[in-house]
């Protein structure tokens, strides 16, 4: 088995399931995400079940004993190598061994880069598809960026990454001036006037806040129960500018056009000792700010 275990919020756990997915398909074994943490996780919770997702369930007695939960049974597992192999994350970047796993593993990390699935794009963008049709508010929505042919999506990450001090120090949020000249490239690119459709955890500080020179249409009805929305309309939009969040970042690149422009933050943590140089996809455009 491939046994991925899942933690963080939305992005997070698409960007583990697509690794996952991915070594599946390479190797042949059944994917099994282990959910366990979510058991104790009070801030987050398991939110892959409104995509297509192909996940073997399993006993949850049947998989490797947890570090924090079974300190004793997780040791006896390591030393005497009984079960899958547990591969954790090393570093933020991309790891050639984890691409490279041929057998049974249980695998720990966040996986942030699109190194680690590109090669099956097609599989998982169906994967991670909305299961379900939009409601009539969605499909409303949807319809009207679909129609608009200069539709750019733009998120603002605010929510912890502004209440939360660690986080505020850890992430940092994308200063006035990224999406200034974020927006001044796709609109030279475009050789139009772009369409804003703006995406936000805090859409009233967007109201009152966001100036740029474009018609900017704010997008705040749904919550964070049905941000699965929110990815489906963004991936809908011709264009896209990012924040440093996984949430916008699987939103552009679910947009399967190969002439999408995204452009993302060129200083993706706020906090230097932190570095991924495989974020940014290929093709994006790393804008200053």
């Known amino acids: 088995m491939i046994i991925m275990r899942m933690k963080g919020g939305l992005g997070n756990q698409m960007f583990q399931y697509a690794l996952g997915r991915s070594l599946s398909l390479k190797t042949g074994l059944p994917l099994v995400l282990d959910r366990r943490h979510y058991d104790r996780e009070r801030e987050h919770g398991f939110a892959l079940d409104g995509f297509k997702l ?14 924090k939960e079974r300190p004793l049974a997780y040791l006896y597992a390591k030393l005497s190598r009984r079960g899958p192999y547990l ?25 942030q880069s699109e190194r680690y699935f590109n090669m099956h794009a097609d599989v998982i963008r169906a994967e991670l598809t909305p299961a379900s049709e939009p409601d009539a ?3 409303r929505w949807l319809a009207e960026i679909e129609a608009e042919p200069n539709a750019v999506s733009l998120h603002v990450r605010r929510g912890d990454y502004v209440r939360n001090a660690k986080f505020a120090a850890h992430h940092g949020t994308c200063t006035p ?26 859409p009233e500080w967007v109201h009152e806040n966001l100036r740029l020179p474009a018609e900017i249409r704010v997008v705040g009805h749904n ?67």
């Open 177 to 202: 001036d990224y999406y200034t000249r974020a927006l001044d490239h796709i609109a030279q690119q475009m050789g139009a006037e772009p369409v804003i459709y703006a995406f936000s955890d805090d």
């Open 87 to 111: 591969l954790r994350e090393q570093s933020l970047g991309f790891d050639p061994a984890i691409a490279a796993v041929s057998g049974p593993v249980w695998l720990e990390g966040y996986f």
């Open 54 to 67: 192909v996940d073997m369930p399993s006993d949850p007695a049947l998989l490797p004993p947890v570090l």
């Open 137 to 139: 508010e969605n499909a």
């Open 223 to 289: 919550d964070a129960s049905r941000n699965v929305e929110d990815l489906r309309l963004m991936s809908a939009c011709r264009h896209h500018i990012i924040a440093n969040s996984s949430f916008s970042w699987w939103g552009a690149w679910l947009n399967p056009r190969a002439d999408k422009i995204v452009t993302a933050p060129a200083v993706w943590f706020a906090d230097p000792t932190n570095v991924n140089p495989d974020i940014w996809a290929e093709g994006w455009v790393r804008i200053e700010g």
